[in-house]
């Protein structure tokens, strides 16, 4: 099993509605979990990340983790079509240094 | 506030020569990431420095590829060598701090690097 598996999607949602997408990860203690979004030819951008049980929210989007479940997810809230990108699901054991762990991303399309 | 800097932007290189490419990391950032993506498939890890010091290489490929983070200057990925396998585009990454679970990484543009 990867350490971290997305589906590649592509996820497609009409503009306004709310993008789901999801992170499983193998659970190896002390992790962090990191959103970034990845334009086509361009280089991942963070968008937050999230270390805790439970909701962390940002502006329109939230990050979710169940450590229980072993999954993380991302909501985008009114998905707009500038949202449409690759979306990298990152796992970070931060007591063994910085290395990100990435999934494959989940490519989100937002139809207007 | 600059963000992190990749130079050059694209790299063209012939088999059998020599890739340097640099990162500077963000005003305040000591420790320094390198990753590569190839052609549609995700980013992996490579090496983690900080000035000095290797602290992870455990990604590098065990030959032609190294990296440095010099005392002063831009952290230095070499690839002598290359083949038309290292064609990928490759980030550099930087963060304050390492060791706890908000600390985030931020990455550059990204160097191209074609292998003709």
């Known amino acids: 099993q990867k350490e971290v598996e997305q589906n590649s999607g592509p996820l497609s949602v009409p503009e306004g509605a709310i993008a789901s997408l999801n992170c499983t990860y193998s659970?190896?203690?002390?992790?962090?979990f990191f959103w970034y979004r990845q334009y086509s030819g361009k280089s991942p951008e963070l968008i937050m990340f999230i270390y805790s049980n439970g909701d962390k929210e940002d502006g329109r989007f939230t990050a979710q983790l169940n450590k229980a479940s072993q999954y993380v997810s991302l909501l985008i809230r009114d998905s707009q079509p500038s949202d449409s990108a690759t979306y990298l699901c990152?796992?970070?054991?931060?007591?063994?240094?910085?290395?990100?762990?990435f999934g494959q991303g989940t490519e989100l399309s937002v139809k207007p | 506030n600059a963000g992190v800097m990749q130079n050059p932007r694209h790299l063209v290189r012939r088999r059998g020569q020599e890739a340097r490419l640099r990162c500077s990391p963000m005003k305040g950032h000591s420790h320094v990431y390198w990753y590569r993506q190839l052609p549609e498939e995700g980013l992996k890890f490579m090496v983690y420095?900080?000035?000095?010091?290797?602290?992870?290489e455990s990604g590098m490929p065990k030959e032609r590829f190294s990296a440095e983070f010099p005392k002063e200057g831009p952290s230095i990925l070499r690839i002598q060598q290359v083949v038309r396998g290292d064609s990928a585009a490759y980030f550099c990454?930087?963060?304050?701090?390492?060791?706890?679970?908000?600390?985030?990484?931020?990455f550059g543009p990204g160097t191209r690097l074609t292998v003709t």
């Open positions: 420095l900080q000035k000095e010091n290797i602290i992870d």
């Open positions: 659970d190896r203690g002390s992790q962090s």
């Open positions: 990454a930087s963060s304050p701090k390492a060791g706890q679970p908000s600390y985030e990484q931020y």
């Open positions: 990152a796992l970070l054991f931060y007591n063994q240094g910085g290395k990100l762990i």
